[in-house]
């Protein structure tokens, strides 16, 4: 059973390396830590960025439970042609990356093949973070994974992170879904 309540340990198991099926189970704007900051690229860190949150079919247990293990990237908010969350979508969807304008919300339980890959901490080595770095469409005829019924959405939660019933569920989206409306994304 998943459950909105924080966690009260720290502990992190890194998802391991290789290729998942998955299903796009969030999105949602983050804060940036590094907001004002000049990147290497020299460019001014924005305040935000916007996470994306897959299950991939990689079980782990929790509280006895075998769950799909959690695995998220994120993005600067832009929706630019040479922008990096752009190029991400269009490996993913490439219909949608041609588009002037995607809904996030279209994306989620939509399936992914990801290829995921881990980095050590440059100073801290014992500290470890999972990648995604490559997505394509899923193959046909996989199996994606589910996203559990009672899940709730980072934006249905209420502020004080309560668990909330669950949203109701939509359908997952067609892989060639061209819908749009005027968020930039």
Not at 33 to 51: D, F, H, I, S
Not at 101 to 107: G, I
Request: with cysteine; hydrophobic share 35%.
């Amino acid at each position: 059973m998943w459950s909105n309540e924080k966690k009260e340990s720290k502990t992190y198991e890194p998802h391991p390396e290789g290729t998942f099926m998955a299903v796009c189970r969030d999105i949602y704007e983050v804060p940036n830590k590094k907001a004002g900051q000049v990147n290497k690229y020299g460019k001014v860190e924005p305040p935000t960025k916007v996470r994306i949150e897959f299950l991939t079919d990689e079980p782990i247990e929790i509280n006895g439970d075998m769950l799909p293990r959690l695995v998220s990237t994120q993005f600067n908010i832009s929706w630019n042609e040479k922008s990096s969350l752009r190029e991400f979508v269009s490996m993913w969807n490439p219909a949608m990356g041609k588009l002037d304008a995607v809904d996030p919300d279209k994306l989620i339980g939509m399936g992914a093949y990801l290829t995921v890959t881990q980095s050590k901490d440059a100073t801290d080595p014992t500290r470890t973070w999972s990648n995604i770095n490559g997505i394509a469409p899923p193959p046909k005829g996989a199996t994606i994974p589910a996203i559990p019924a009672d899940f709730v959405r980072r934006k249905d939660r209420p502020a004080d992170g309560t668990a909330t019933a669950p949203a109701p569920q939509k359908a997952a989206p067609s892989a060639a879904s061209d819908e749009v409306n005027d968020l930039p994304f």
